[in-house]
């Protein structure tokens, strides 16, 4: 079992910047694909970014050249820098892990065997 804990949401006006951390319980971290999403309000909860455990990474079109996700096996958490906010980026932000057990995409949420709770964005304009 893997425990996911999302932190560094908040507050910010749009242009700015933010890292969310999403940090892993377990001895095998290094071997699982990460992922970011987020529902904003009234919406579905959409996929943002993905790392393997290859260090392939997948970005959204929306977020491409704005966020970026890396990862530090050596600490078990996963990063989620997210640079020229916009205020369409306010949501919940959701960390997930993935055993790579699956055959599905790294864009569907139902390849992730592990969420977390979730950590609040807002961007004002």
């Known amino acids: 079992q893997v425990q996911l804990v999302e932190s560094g949401g908040g507050l910010v006006q749009a242009g700015g910047s933010l890292r969310l951390s999403c940090a892993a319980s377990?001895?095998?971290?290094?071997?699982?694909?990460m992922g970011w999403f987020r529902q904003a309000p009234g919406k579905e909860r959409e996929f943002v970014a993905a790392l393997t455990s290859w260090s392939i990474l997948y970005l959204a079109d929306s977020v491409k050249g704005r966020f970026t996700i890396s990862r530090d096996n050596a600490k078990n958490t996963v990063y989620l820098e997210m640079n020229s906010l916009k205020p369409e980026d306010t949501a919940v932000y959701y960390c997930?892990?993935?055993?790579?057990?699956?055959?599905?995409?790294?864009?569907?949420?139902?390849?992730?065997?592990?969420w977390g709770q979730g950590t609040q964005v807002t961007v004002s304009s």
């Open positions: 997930a892990a993935d055993r790579g057990t699956s055959s599905r995409s790294y864009y569907s949420q139902s390849r992730y065997d592990y």
């Open positions: 377990g001895r095998t971290f290094s071997g699982y694909g």
